[in-house]
Every structure is written in structure tokens, then in C-alpha cells.
């Protein structure tokens, strides 16, 4: 009973964005929920069917099936009333051509450019930024909607409303790839998008399967992309950041869920296998069709570095820092700036990097990771011996601090440092 | 363009029970391809629906009748409107269809406009 269990909710991870996805090409995108529909009865009959006579050998080729005829069906009820998707309805309207139609859309080939064309239109600039995530939590990664509320921290009548405006908004849109000129743009907002979702994940202490199902989704998207011949520079890029970051996804909390850092890290908890798979997407990086960002191989190459590293203090920094002052060249941000000057400051030591990141600290005063900037120069200040200064910034730093466990992470860092000056325990960038 | 009525005449009226299920996806992979590349040229009006073999004939004056076994091979089988510049140009369409096998014809009729 409990396997039964098992098997349905493993098959609604794996399956719901497939189906939900070769459905919504074959009724349209404004005939999104009628996809949702025949989902939820392929899985409702797998259980009633699966409850009596067993689980089959090959249970998603069996839902497939299910998905497939209930299709059949509902086209064959409501073909008199509905269009379906553009460049289809008049073929599934006869019954000449119908089942055929159907059965191309179910290959493998074509399930899989449809979660593609499913992902681009979840992006496209008409969803709201804030919606794109719950939609594509629900149609391409299967969660339900208490998962999605409680790994977005927002209610569930919340997402409900934002899942029903994004549907009323593919109503308009069509299914398809976008053209050569469009391409660039959408494919760095789905790139964004897709690293929104990794950093959900990674930087979540809701609930730790979930956490690391969102890192694991993201990296499936981005594979997605690869697969589907659409990957440049900046997909590599940002499938051997993720890779890099997932490889230490076991040693970057403690037993409570706060955070460690990196220089704190135990270094034989990394996934090796994974360190190289990372490299393996980097290496891609040089030759792959330039990205229209070109942050993410820069930060890859810096994540790798970081990987490469037996232990902290064998740590590349002058590798790290150049990389850094070209992430400043392309993104301009500051966040990228306080990073190089973490760097520099490992690099050639504090002294070099406290005039650069007091100036940052005044120019952003207001910027939101402002407490970040005060960390760092709290931190530097304690590296330098300068006690007094660390702890009046700390207390500025901890007062902006979003989340108990960035406070207690600061306060043991600075205590490290300023309590024995002399011993070499030191923060991550 | 214009409208042209394509009937689907003779052929096996147990076509389905003589086939197993997998000659039937085969069989009807071969329309799909082929209505399929009308519609994407724009040549496809309404793919139309086979027939089934049986019927009555209702004559002036209300008389009834059921099919002979003798009309059976002459009947109409499906259909189906395809759009054309020409007949010569439909007739060119029609030679790709799967209708088309040991005795079987397709009829193409022009659709007047009245």
C-alpha cells in the first residue's frame, strides 16, 4: 500500500510536467487547465487500476498510455465545441488524422521540446516575474500547491490567485519556440529563472527534501536546455555553477540548518562526481554560442576554483580575484565589487581590500544586502587586529541582518577572529 | 483557392476487424503524414471522418432501403475537403492519399459556389 503510495508521488514528480506539457501543445496553452485535467484522471486511474491489479512493469509508459487515451477522449467530446492548438485542431477534428496526431505529440522527442516550449512561455514577458516560479513549480515540476506555498513561504490562497492570473495570461500566448531574435532575451530570463529556483533550494531552511528537489528541478531544466540544442554560453555556465554549488550541498549547513561557511566546511562531505560533471559543462563554456549575459561561466570558473581547493587555505585567490574584476566588468554590480574586495582581501591581506569596501559601504547604504557589506568590512577590520571598529560595524551589520542564522553565522565569525586574533579561521566570500 | 470534395470509394468494408491494432496505427500514421502536410501548406479545408459501411437509402416518396450486398464495393468510404488552385493540382494531392490501395479510387468534386 505504502510502495503503491510511493511509486504514484515519485511518477508526479517525474511525469506531471511532461504530460502537462505535451497536452497543453496538443490543446493549446488557453486550454491549459483541460492538460491539468487529464493529468489528474491518468493519475486518478493509475491508482484505482493500480490498487486492484498491482503495479505494472513500466508504470510511466502505462500513465503515458492513460494520459494518452483519456486525450482521445476528451477531444473526441469536445472537438465540436473547442479549437485546440493552432496547427492541430483541424487535424484532431477528423478522425482521419486525430489519433495519429495525438500519438506524434506522445514520442519522446516531442514531449521533450514541449517541456522546452512549456519553459520559454512560463517566461515570457508576459508573466509577471513574481508568477513564474509557482507556474513552473506546478507544470513542469509537479509540486502540489501546499509544497509550493511552503517552499515560497506564502500562503496558499496566494499562489492559488497567482497561478489563475498565469493561466488567464498563456491564454493569449502561443506555444512555441521563440524565433532567432527572441531567443537571446527569453533564454536569459529562463536562465534567470532557472537560478532563482536553484538558489530557492539551496538557500532554503524550510524543509530539506524540499530544498534539495528545487536544486535538483533546476538542474533538470537546465539539462532540458541542453538537450533541446538551445544551450549557449550562459547555460553551460550556469550548469556547471549549479553543479559546483549542489557538489557541496551537504556540508553547507550543520545538524540545526544554519548556514557554514565556506572556510568551515568539511571538504570530504563534496560530491566529487559532481565537481567533474561541473567541469565538464565549463569546458563547454569557451565554445557554446556566447550568452547574453556571460555572468554565470565567469562565477562557474570562480565556484570551481573554489572546488578545486583541498582546503581553504590552499584556496587560488589570485585566480579568484581576476575572475571577480571581470564579473565587475560584465554585471557592473555591486554585489560582484564586495566579492572581488573578499578576494583581494585573502589575496594580499586585509589592509588591501578595507579602503575599496568602506567605500562601497557608503555608496550603498540603502542597497537591500547592505548588512552584507558591513559584514564583510566588520570582518576585514577583525582580520586587521581593529577590534573596536569590527564589533561597532558587526552591531550595524547584525541589525540588518534578515535571518537568525546570518546573525549567528557573523557573530561566530567575528568572535572567532577578534576573540584569538592570532588563529586562521576565516569567512567564505 | 478552391474547395474540392474528396470521396473515398471502395475498399474493405471490414478493414478494421482484418487488421490487428498495430497495422491500424500504421495505417492511420499514414493520414495523419499526409493530411498533416496538406494542413501545413494550407491545403487542408476539413479533414472529414470514414464512414462506416452500412446505411439506408431514403427515396421520393418515402421508401426505405437498405444497402445491397452488391453496392457495397461502390460505396463511399470517407471524406474529406481539400483546397486547391485547380482540379489538376488536387488530383496531383489526391495520388499521395492512403485511401488509395487495390480498388479503391478517390472521386474529387469540385464544390460549387451557388
Not at chain 1, 123 to 150: D, M, Q, Y
Not at chain 1, 161 to 180: H, V
Request: glycine content about 8%.
Amino acid at each position: 500500500m505504502n510502495s503503491l503510495e510511493d511509486t504514484l508521488s515519485q511518477l508526479h514528480r517525474t511525469e506531471t510536467g511532461r504530460l502537462i506539457s505535451v497536452l497543453t501543445r496538443i490543446f493549446g496553452p488557453h486550454n491549459h487547465e483541460l492538460a491539468e485535467d487529464v493529468v489528474q484522471e491518468a493519475f486518478s486511474k493509475a491508482f484505482r487500476s493500480w490498487q486492484e491489479s498491482g503495479i505494472p512493469d513500466n508504470p510511466s509508459a502505462w500513465l503515458l498510455t492513460a494520459a494518452r487515451n483519456r486525450a482521445i477522449d476528451v477531444i473526441r467530446r469536445e472537438r465540436r465545441a473547442k479549437t485546440f492548438s493552432d496547427d492541430l485542431t483541424k487535424l484532431l477534428d477528423s478522425e482521419w488524422s486525430m489519433t495519429a496526431t495525438v500519438d506524434e505529440q506522445f514520442t519522446e522527442g516531442n514531449i521533450r521540446d514541449d517541456q522546452l516550449r512549456m519553459i520559454f512561455m512560463c517566461c515570457a514577458p508576459e508573466i509577471a516575474e513574481e508568477n513564474r516560479l509557482p507556474i513552473i513549480l506546478r507544470t513542469l515540476c509537479g509540486l502540489s500547491i501546499p509544497a509550493i506555498a511552503k517552499a515560497l513561504l506564502q500562503e496558499e490562497s496566494t499562489i492559488n490567485k497567482r497561478l489563475y492570473r498565469t493561466r488567464q495570461r498563456m491564454a493569449g500566448l502561443s506555444f512555441e519556440f521563440p524565433d532567432e531574435e527572441r531567443l537571446p532575451p527569453a533564454l536569459q530570463t529562463v536562465h534567470h529563472v532557472i537560478y532563482l529556483l536553484f538558489n530557492e533550494g539551496y538557500h532554503s531552511s524550510t524543509d530539506a527534501a524540499i530544498s534539495e528537489d528545487f536544486c535538483r528541478e533546476a538542474l533538470r531544466l537546465c539539462d532540458l536546455l541542453e538537450e533541446g540544442g538551445v544551450a549557449d554560453a550562459d547555460t553551460f555556465g550556469l550548469g556547471a555553477l549549479m553543479r559546483f554549488h549542489f557538489a557541496r550541498f551537504r556540508s553547507r549547513v550543520d545538524g540545526f540548518g544554519n548556514p557554514i561557511g565556506l572556510d568551515e566546511q568539511d571538504r570530504t562531505l563534496w560530491d566529487r562526481e559532481r565537481i567533474e560533471d561541473g567541469r565538464r559543462w565549463l569546458g563547454q563554456v569557451t565554445t557554446a554560442p556566447p550568452g547574453a549575459s556571460g555572468r554565470y561561466g565567469i562565477e562557474a570558473a570562480i565556484a570551481g576554483t573554489h572546488c578545486a581547493a583541498e582546503s581553504f587555505n590552499k584556496t587560488d585567490w589570485a585566480t579568484i580575484t581576476q575572475l571577480y574584476s571581470r564579473l565587475v566588468d560584465v554585471t557592473g554590480s555591486p554585489i560582484a565589487r564586495l566579492n572581488q574586495c573578499v578576494a583581494v582581501g585573502y589575496h594580499r591581506g586585509p589592509a588591501a581590500a578595507i579602503p575599496a569596501v568602506e567605500e562601497l559601504c557608503r555608496e550603498h547604504e540603502t542597497h537591500a544586502a547592505a548588512h552584507s557589506f558591513l559584514a564583510v568590512l566588520a570582518h576585514l577590520y577583525a582580520r586587521a587586529g581593529e577590534t573596536s571598529r569590527a564589533w561597532e560595524v558587526a552591531e550595524r551589520a547584525l541589525a540588518g541582518a534578515r535571518t537568525e542564522h546570518e546573525r549567528s553565522l557573523l557573530r561566530r565569525q567575528i568572535t572567532n577572529l577578534v576573540g584569538s586574533p592570532t588563529t586562521s579561521r576565516e569567512e567564505a566570500p | 483557392m478552391r474547395e474540392f470534395l474528396f470521396l473515398y470509394k471502395g475498399g474493405d468494408p471490414d478493414w478494421a476487424k482484418n487488421r490487428t491494432p498495430e497495422e491500424i496505427q500504421v495505417e492511420m500514421a499514414k493520414w495523419g503524414e499526409w493530411l498533416g502536410k496538406l494542413q501545413a501548406n494550407g491545403n487542408l479545408g476539413t479533414g472529414g471522418d470514414p464512414l462506416e459501411y452500412t446505411g439506408k437509402t431514403v427515396a421520393s416518396g418515402g421508401v426505405v432501403t437498405d444497402f445491397s450486398l452488391a453496392e457495397v464495393k461502390e460505396l463511399v468510404g470517407g471524406y474529406s475537403i481539400i483546397k486547391a488552385e485547380t482540379i489538376e493540382q488536387a488530383a496531383e494531392f489526391a495520388k499521395g492519399c492512403p485511401a488509395l490501395h487495390d480498388e479503391s479510387t478517390v472521386e474529387i468534386r469540385p464544390i460549387m459556389k451557388m
